[in-house]
């Protein structure tokens, strides 16, 4: 978790904004963000993880370890889009940090696990 904080803060620091970690908190301005074992993404990867497993049939192995590695990398990015675009638009109080994080993140990151694996299932 505090690697994933600092991999983070350098890609906040990159986009110009002044971040800093300490563990695994980033600190802008007067606000701390917590990344705990949730913000890492694994409830999505294993989502995925499962649903290609399950409806894995008869296919070649190749393809479905194929599948499951560019799915979970694709999921990966997604996650730290998620958390960085939760972070800017909490510090910009375009919408607030529990509607972006709860609401909106929460279902979106588990529309792309569907959206990648439906498209894997009509590969």
Do not use: P
Request: aromatic share 14%; with cysteine.
């Amino acid at each position: 978790q505090a690697d994933y904080a600092g991999f983070l803060t350098s890609i906040i620091n990159i986009f110009g904004v002044e971040a800093f970690n300490r563990g695994i908190d980033i600190y802008i301005n007067d606000s701390i963000y917590r990344i705990i074992q949730d913000c890492l993404g694994w409830k999505s990867m294993v989502m995925y993880i499962g649903l290609t497993i399950a409806s894995a049939g008869d296919k070649d192995y190749r393809k479905i370890l194929k599948y499951l590695l560019a799915g979970l990398f694709i999921i990966q990015i997604g996650n730290v889009i998620r958390i960085l675009t939760t972070i800017y638009l909490a510090e910009s109080g375009l919408i607030s940090f529990e509607i972006i994080h709860g609401i909106f993140w929460t279902w979106g990151l588990a529309a792309l696990v569907l959206v990648i694996w439906i498209y894997q299932e009509r590969k």
